[in-house]
């Protein structure tokens, strides 16, 4: 189960384009629909706290490997998320001038970016179906996605309110 | 300038746990601005490598300006510095979530950050959204990406589908 961890999520490392939310789909569709390992509430708690803590948002996938596993499933979560790209990242990091150059890098870079965006929206409405278990969470995630949307203000506002909402009233 | 390995490793544990969501801008703000050990466009070339690659591309850049400055022991800093400290509270966050996540006070603050994360995930999307100024057929691309992660279609498949016709998308529009 542990080497079934690491490659799932080293699958889910070399898919990873346009970050860690983009990859939220697959993630879990792979570990909560296929293979059960996590509830969807879990799912979306454990995202919520990764969110919530400072670094990269790819940890969210080293809270799943805990929860799956333990410490061993951390790891393992971990290293298959990192792993894989970092060695093709180190492989690539000689060329970066002539690979900037590149006459296909711009539109390659731009290309990708509506299809990160439409996986992120499809991260935001796997989220809400799985975090709206009732009218009020309906509520937040409205508000939520109404403040980060309109507003400039640091995401973490969201986070915090919801939370606080959650206390008093759920 | 060259920075020592040591003052690499620390700046990235620094990036790592600064970076409340996302950690591209605080990584330029102090390697550019601050330290000066990149211009603005060899960090502008480093990330948009990055941005290119699979895998997370604060990880993929990370890599790029270790190993830069050092090589293979570079890479291995930066990138154990960067995701260093931020394991380390997931770790405690975690275990609290162990200890405390089934007592219903602390699930119902749980259940209402992940309300507001889900929220957030959406409202993130809508901002990227409206700040692209999609063409119609970038548009399209977005849409038809939302539409098949949803029905479950494997993500593999998707951007098999999908990533050529968006870089395809923005060549024309290039033109």
Known sequence: ?170 | MTPSRTQLFLAYLRIGLTGFGGVNAWARQLLVEKKGWLTDQQYAEALGVGQVLPGPNALNCAINVGTRFHGAAGAALAAIGLFAGPMAVLLGVASLYDRYGQIPLVRAVLTGIAAAAAGMVLGTAIKMAIKLRPTAMLLATGLLALLLALLRVPLPLVLLGLAPLGIWAAHRTAR
């Open chain 1, 1 to 170: 189960m542990i080497l079934q961890l690491f490659l799932t999520f080293s699958l889910l490392s070399l898919l990873a384009i346009g970050g860690a939310n983009a990859v939220l789909p697959e993630m879990y569709r792979q570990i909560v629909e296929i293979r059960g390992w996590i509830e969807p509430a879990t799912f979306a708690q454990l995202f919520a706290l990764a969110q919530a803590a400072p670094g990269p948002n790819i940890l969210a996938a080293s809270v799943m490997g805990w929860r799956i596993a333990g410490p061993v499933g951390l790891g393992a979560a971990t290293l298959g998320m990192l792993l894989p790209a970092a060695i093709l990242a180190w492989c690539v990091a000689g060329v970066t001038q002539r690979l900037s150059r590149a006459p296909w890098l711009r539109p390659a870079q731009f290309g990708l970016v509506p299809v990160a965006i439409g996986l992120i929206a499809a991260s935001g409405v796997i989220m809400a179906e799985a975090a709206g278990t009732g009218p009020l969470p309906w509520v937040i995630i409205l508000g939520s996605a109404l403040f980060v949307w309109r507003t400039a203000f640091s995401p973490l506002w969201a986070l915090a309110a919801g939370g606080v909402l959650g206390w008093f009233l759920l």
